[in-house]
């Protein structure tokens, strides 16, 4: 099991770029979310997703679109990148039921000049 | 969402045992406690979790207060290798919506 795949690791935009951050898990998780942390901060949630064909918002999806179309990826769109989306960003994922935790990936470095 | 309140720094010897403390007051029946740590440039990592009764884990374990208002995390010999930030986060039964603090950032003094 590779767990979660998150690519690029590290990029570099101009504002008013698009992108999409890459997340592909092969271990069957029905649940995924993307986080950003920002320096010396906590982890908060951009989106997420409780199984294929399903998303919703977390606390900060502004500038941020996802879809899920297949289990194992979750795509997320930066639509029009701004400086204040510098961050590293994170995708998570987990099985149903109370018993286990989310997987993370290794995250991927933006920064937006 | 109910929130959580941790302590934003700890400093422990090695080998001793720590207590990371979390508060979280407006928890409801149905939130489950979990634990994560995130260390130095990685991604978090799942420590344990529960919903009333104390857990043990190979990693640590969770003491719930009786009123389920406070926990706390306990890492039985604290290693170099446990320095990280610990994470306190409630989620409702049913969903999996995790809404990340601050957290604890532990030193661990060799």
């Known amino acids: 099991n590779a767990g979660v795949t998150q690519t690029p690791k590290f990029q570099v935009l101009k504002t008013g770029q698009s992108m999409t951050l890459q997340c592909a898990q092969d271990?069957?998780?029905?649940?995924m979310s993307w986080y950003r942390q920002d320096p010396g901060m906590g982890l908060r949630l951009i989106h997420y997703?409780?199984?294929?064909?399903?998303?919703d918002q977390g606390e900060v999806p502004n500038g941020y679109n996802v879809s899920r179309s297949t289990t194992e990826d979750f795509p997320l769109r930066l639509l029009s990148a701004a400086p204040s989306q510098t961050s590293v960003y994170f995708c998570?994922?987990?099985?149903?039921?109370?018993?286990?935790?989310?997987?993370f990936g290794s995250g991927t470095r933006l920064t937006v000049v | 969402d109910a929130k959580t309140t941790q302590p934003n720094s700890m400093e422990s010897n090695e080998e001793e045992p720590v207590h990371l403390p979390c508060n979280h007051s407006?928890?409801?029946?149905?939130?489950?406690i979990h634990w994560y740590r995130q260390l130095p440039s990685q991604g978090p990592e799942y420590v344990i979790h529960?919903?009333?009764s104390n857990v043990n884990n190979r990693m640590a374990s969770l003491a719930i207060a009786e009123d389920r208002k406070s926990s706390t995390l306990i890492l039985h010999r604290a290693t170099l290798r446990d320095a990280a930030v610990y994470y306190c986060?409630?989620?409702?039964?049913?969903?999996?919506?995790?809404?990340f603090g601050t957290g604890t950032r532990l030193k661990v003094l060799a």
């Open positions: 998570a994922s987990r099985r149903t039921g109370f018993n286990y935790g989310y997987t």
């Open positions: 271990m069957n998780h029905e649940y």
């Open positions: 997703s409780v199984g294929a064909g399903i998303t």
């Open positions: 407006t928890i409801s029946g149905t939130d489950y």
């Open positions: 529960g919903l009333t």
């Open positions: 986060i409630l989620s409702t039964s049913g969903t999996y919506k995790y809404i």
